[in-house]
């Protein structure tokens, strides 16, 4: 058994699946994703398990080089959740909405959240750690 870090196995196994430039996506409970997209679903229930705690575990597991985020998210909520992330989540890329959930069927895998709050949602793209 795993002493520490992400216990939920398929999370596990989808972030040790991960290449240099691939991307995944953190998003809330209602961004809609492709039924073909693997998707690790983390909604308990509304709030929980909330966007903040998934991704501070995930950004504590995975070297990101870049995401991008919702250009409607910054002077919300999610937009200082990942301001207060930054150093973290290496280069900012921004996009509309729309774009974003365009960018989404190209992406590994997903992670769902519980998260209620609007634009609550990532594309973070592995980096390596050398």
């Not at 994703?33 to 998934?54: E, H, I, K």
């Not at 301001?83 to 365009?102: F, M, P, Q, T």
């Amino acid at each position: 058994m795993r002493k520490g870090g992400i216990l939920h196995a398929e999370l596990s196994r989808q972030l040790s699946l991960l290449g240099h430039t691939d991307t995944f996506v953190v998003g809330d409970c209602g961004l809609p994703l492709p039924r073909s997209l693997p998707v690790v679903d983390l909604a308990l229930m509304g709030g929980q398990l909330d966007f903040r705690t998934v991704l501070d575990a995930v950004l504590h597991e995975v070297v990101v080089q870049r995401h991008v985020v919702a250009t409607e998210a910054w002077g919300s909520p999610a937009g200082e959740w990942l301001d207060d992330r930054a150093a973290a989540l290496g280069e900012r890329v921004s996009a509309s909405h729309e774009e974003l959930k365009a960018r989404i069927p190209q992406c590994s895998f997903a992670i769902r959240t519980g998260e209620q709050t609007p634009y609550a949602n990532v594309i973070l793209e592995a980096g390596v750690p050398f």
